[in-house]
């Protein structure tokens, strides 16, 4: 064979096989994408949903893939990273940096966020002109190949704050907690909780109706700590009621730590002891709650006002059944 054209064949073998590597490595990079990020598999909603896990399944007869939830995910690259300028479309990073991209879909730190700023008590790291990749890590956005059940999985999410916050002046609170408490049971000030989300209206219109509410935060246990919390309550037809608590990081973050009393000395505290507390509850027509912490406990009777909702309207439930309780997200309640 000529040397010149054996040479030439090599180049094309060569190019063809390099050609070929980096198809496969693309490939590669988008099924770790599909297959694993939490953003795109949203595996969470409906594993704490299924009877396996004594979630809602477990009274609506319901199987999650008829549900609209399943509906909430990150397709592909093209949402988050998809920019169109000058009548030319490409990816950049600063599209999915963007914080109202990640806004979009997640309503309730939106709502949050709002809610502080109207109350003149913005979180300390958006005050101070933080976003949420200055915390959050690609790994999180994109999976790393393992397949999580939800974003409280250990392993599954990297940020925490002492990331940031290696040293931590000796204050007493900080002395007597040591590794008991974790940062946000203090530092967080409030979570928005939703109540009576309303199932009949989810199955027949595709949408969540709830009652919103803030001005309170739970605590109860996850991965060995004492950590913020939340609730929500759910309507199911047949005057069924279900109630949920979870461990949730609400971007409401003040400096100062709350104070002894807060946790150790309120009424919310005292009632719980008693072994019955009333979340919220119906005053001249309009749903009222409790404030402040509130401690989950396993055994207590957490009541709240259940309604039903029809032509826009709520209407109290006679005589509604009592909750199912789950505990999600890997929380346990306290001792």
């Known amino acids: 064979m000529n040397v010149k054209i054996f040479l030439i064949l090599v180049c094309v073998v060569s190019l063809i096989s390099i050609t070929s590597s980096f ?3 693309s490939t590669n990079h988008e099924c770790i994408f599909k297959s694993s990020s939490l953003h795109f598999t949203a595996v969470g909603m409906s594993y704490w949903y299924e009877r396996l896990q004594g979630g809602l399944e477990t009274i609506t007869g319901v199987q999650y893939s008829d549900l609209s939830c399943n509906n909430c995910h990150v397709e592909n690259c093209d949402v988050c990273h998809k920019t169109e300028k000058e009548d030319k479309t490409f990816y950049t990073n600063e599209a999915a940096n963007n914080q109202d991209m990640c806004l979009k879909c997640h309503g309730r730190e939106a709502a949050i966020m709002n809610i502080d700023k109207k109350n003149n008590t913005e979180d300390v ?46 204050t007493t609170s900080h002395t007597i907690h040591g590794n008991d408490v974790d940062c946000k049971s203090c530092h967080v000030q409030q979570v928005v909780s939703c109540t009576n989300c309303h199932f009949e209206t989810m199955i027949n219109e595709g949408k969540r109706v709830s009652i919103p509410v803030s001005g309170w935060s739970f605590l109860m246990n996850y991965n060995g700590k004492v950590t913020s919390a939340n609730m929500q309550t759910f309507v199911v037809p047949g005057n069924k009621t279900f109630l949920m608590f979870a461990p949730q990081f609400s971007h409401s973050v003040s400096k100062v730590g709350k104070r002894c009393e807060d946790c150790h000395a ?9 072994g019955t507390i009333n979340l919220t509850w119906l005053e001249n027509g309009k749903v009222e709650q409790v404030e402040g912490v509130v401690p989950v406990v396993d055994g207590v009777q957490y009541n709240s006002v259940y309604q039903n909702f029809k032509d826009g309207n709520w209407t109290p439930i006679e005589n509604p059944e009592k909750p199912v309780v789950q505990y999600v997200g890997f929380g346990s309640p306290n001792n």
């Open 23 to 25: 198809s496969q490595e």
């Open 266 to 274: 309120n009424t919310n505290v005292d009632k719980v002891k008693d």
């Open 125 to 170: 790291h958006f005050a101070a002109g933080m976003e949420c990749m200055d915390c959050h890590t690609e790994r999180e956005m994109h999976g790393d190949g393992v397949i999580y059940t939800s974003m409280k999985q250990p392993g599954a999410m990297d940020v925490t704050c002492e990331q940031c916050h290696e040293n931590i002046s000796k």
